[in-house]
């Protein structure tokens, strides 16, 4: 089906759901969702590639001389918002060219389609199923987030107790309008943490759904009284939120080649050598997982995050597991990241650090069976198991050092990301905390 017939389509579609406004939505190099709002006159000259927006004024994007860009919308993207009462609202995503047609190279979207090009002409397409982690807080008179929690339920607690599960419901009917098909969704182990699980599908696809969840949750939440936040850890002393990375690859005609039944624990090699990728350059993407200073105190031992460098098929400690199905539910679940990450940018470096191991045919080390947060430090040395940065300086510096996931984002965005976290890191250094009045002041 060529563009065209696509076009007049939505253009028809629009036309009968009555839709008024059109969001053009993208996302910045820092994983903000931006959007240009156009009423559904206008739908047929952004539909033509015809909407400009000055670049200038995205946090990472281009310099004043260099402002002027197009917003190209993916037709596949198209939903109408349900949350609307007067007015209806729908949106496309879209991919930022420069003037001259070309792809821009800052825009994290087209970053991921590179890297998912790469793939292809590999004979492979990566697919993946996020598990979004989130807290819902209280507001104050004013709309203010607080971190009061809404409940003080724990993991898979139910109603009553359960005072976030109505608004839980409502984000997974809006999301169900909007296309997602939804797995499962629980509360999770601190008070006010819940997960929603959408089902895999390829990474674009993906990636685009993760930013339109953050969306939805929100917005949901808001409408509830509640402040829905994807902080990493809001709060000292529970656990942090993660969004693990559930990843396989398939050929090009679509069976997983992570399967395999003759070997042992019934993983193909193509599977054991991404899993060698992923390691290998585990401190470096980190960086692009992990990329905000809150991401490190998360990061910890004892809250069930991971820490150590390491795999198992058979406990859910170590940085990486697989999980139990096999088949072509086989799969990788990658456990770092967080919901702070840009889901374009963590998944290009993934893939291209898996994509590495494919090539250089890279073996993961011996798997790790026992748990890994009971381990001591002499047992860690012993195995030579690495870990994790612990702070965003320290995974700055992997990154520089590291070639390969560095190419993976170009220079340009390589350059963005590097510029943002730096300047993160010394707003952070000058901050004075509260732990440290607390712990210092009357002291010395």
């Given at each position: 089906?060529?563009?065209?017939?696509?076009?007049?389509?939505?253009?028809?579609?629009?036309?009968?759901?009555?839709?008024?406004?059109?969001?053009?939505?993208?996302?910045?190099?820092?994983?903000?969702?931006?959007?240009?709002?156009?009423?559904?006159?206008?739908?047929?000259?952004?539909?033509?590639?015809?909407?400009?927006?000055?670049?200038?004024?995205?946090?990472?994007?281009?310099?004043?001389?260099?402002?002027?860009?197009?917003?190209?919308?993916?037709?596949?993207?198209?939903?109408?918002?349900?949350?609307?009462?007067?007015?209806?609202?729908?949106?496309?995503?879209?991919?930022?060219?420069?003037?001259?047609?070309?792809?821009?190279?800052?825009?994290?979207?087209?970053?991921?389609?590179?890297?998912?090009?790469?793939?292809?002409?590999?004979?492979?397409?990566?697919?993946?199923?996020?598990?979004?982690?989130?807290?819902?807080?209280?507001?104050?008179?004013?709309?203010?987030?607080?971190?009061?929690?809404?409940?003080?339920?724990?993991?898979?607690?139910?109603?009553?107790?359960?005072?976030?599960?109505?608004?839980?419901?409502?984000?997974?009917?809006?999301?169900?309008?909007?296309?997602?098909?939804?797995?499962?969704?629980?509360?999770?182990?601190?008070?006010?943490?819940?997960?929603?699980?959408?089902?895999?599908?390829?990474?674009?696809?993906?990636?685009?759904?993760?930013?339109?969840?953050?969306?939805?949750?929100?917005?949901?939440?808001?409408?509830?009284?509640?402040?829905?936040?994807?902080?990493?850890?809001?709060?000292?002393?529970?656990?942090?939120?993660?969004?693990?990375?559930?990843?396989?690859?398939?050929?090009?005609?679509?069976?997983?080649?992570?399967?395999?039944?003759?070997?042992?624990?019934?993983?193909?090699?193509?599977?054991?050598?991404?899993?060698?990728?992923?390691?290998?350059?585990?401190?470096?993407?980190?960086?692009?997982?992990?990329?905000?200073?809150?991401?490190?105190?998360?990061?910890?031992?004892?809250?069930?995050?991971?820490?150590?460098?390491?795999?198992?098929?058979?406990?859910?400690?170590?940085?990486?597991?697989?999980?139990?199905?096999?088949?072509?539910?086989?799969?990788?679940?990658?456990?770092?990241?967080?919901?702070?990450?840009?889901?374009?940018?963590?998944?290009?470096?993934?893939?291209?650090?898996?994509?590495?191991?494919?090539?250089?045919?890279?073996?993961?080390?011996?798997?790790?069976?026992?748990?890994?947060?009971?381990?001591?430090?002499?047992?860690?040395?012993?195995?030579?198991?690495?870990?994790?940065?612990?702070?965003?300086?320290?995974?700055?510096?992997?990154?520089?050092?590291?070639?390969?996931?560095?190419?993976?984002?170009?220079?340009?965005?390589?350059?963005?990301?590097?510029?943002?976290?730096?300047?993160?890191?010394k707003e952070y250094s000058k901050y004075v905390s509260q732990w440290e009045l607390d712990r210092y002041l009357r002291k010395y």
């Amino acid at each position: 089906m060529n563009y065209q017939k696509n076009k007049e389509e939505l253009l028809r579609k629009v036309e009968e759901l009555e839709v008024e406004f059109i969001h053009l939505q993208f996302t910045d190099i820092v994983g903000i969702m931006k959007d240009v709002t156009i009423t559904v006159e206008q739908l047929e000259k952004a539909l033509d590639n015809k909407i400009m927006f000055d670049g200038s004024s995205i946090d990472g994007f281009v310099r004043i001389e260099e402002s002027d860009m197009y917003l190209i919308p993916d037709l596949s993207t198209f939903a109408v918002f349900p949350w609307t009462n007067f007015h209806k609202e729908a949106r496309l995503i879209c991919d930022v060219y420069n003037m001259d047609g070309t792809p821009f190279e800052g825009c994290p979207r087209n970053t991921l389609k590179k890297m998912l090009k790469e793939a292809e002409e590999m004979g492979y397409k990566l697919m993946v199923g996020p598990e979004c982690e989130f807290f819902l807080f209280n507001t104050d008179e004013k709309g203010n987030p607080s971190l009061e929690t809404h409940d003080d339920a724990g993991y898979f607690d139910l109603a009553p107790v359960d005072l976030g599960g109505d608004a839980r419901n409502q984000m997974i009917v809006a999301l169900k309008e909007m296309g997602f098909r939804i797995e499962a969704s629980h509360h999770e182990g601190a008070p006010g943490q819940h997960e929603i699980d959408f089902e895999y599908d390829d990474a674009l696809k993906t990636a685009d759904n993760i930013m339109t969840f953050k969306m939805v949750v929100r917005i949901i939440a808001q409408r509830n009284g509640l402040h829905a936040t994807f902080m990493p850890k809001p709060k000292i002393g529970v656990n942090g939120s993660g969004m693990h990375l559930n990843m396989s690859l398939a050929d090009l005609e679509g069976k997983n080649v992570f399967n395999d039944q003759e070997e042992e624990l019934k993983l193909s090699e193509t599977a054991y050598h991404f899993l060698g990728g992923l390691m290998k350059h585990a401190r470096a993407y980190t960086v692009l997982t992990n990329p905000t200073v809150n991401s490190y105190k998360r990061l910890v031992p004892g809250y069930e995050a991971p820490v150590l460098i390491a795999w198992s098929a058979s406990n859910r400690s170590p940085l990486i597991r697989i999980p139990a199905e096999r088949g072509e539910a086989t799969r990788i679940e990658l456990r770092s990241p967080d919901p702070s990450a840009n889901p374009y940018l963590a998944l290009a470096a993934t893939l291209k650090a898996g994509l590495d191991g494919i090539v250089n045919k890279i073996d993961p080390p011996e798997q790790v069976t026992s748990n890994i947060y009971e381990m001591g430090a002499e047992e860690i040395e012993e195995r030579a198991i690495d870990r994790l940065p612990i702070n965003l300086y320290q995974a700055l510096q992997e990154l520089a050092k590291n070639e390969i996931i560095k190419s993976s984002l170009g220079e340009h965005v390589y350059r963005r990301v590097v510029s943002a976290a730096q300047y993160e890191w010394k707003e952070y250094s000058k901050y004075v905390s509260q732990w440290e009045l607390d712990r210092y002041l009357r002291k010395y």
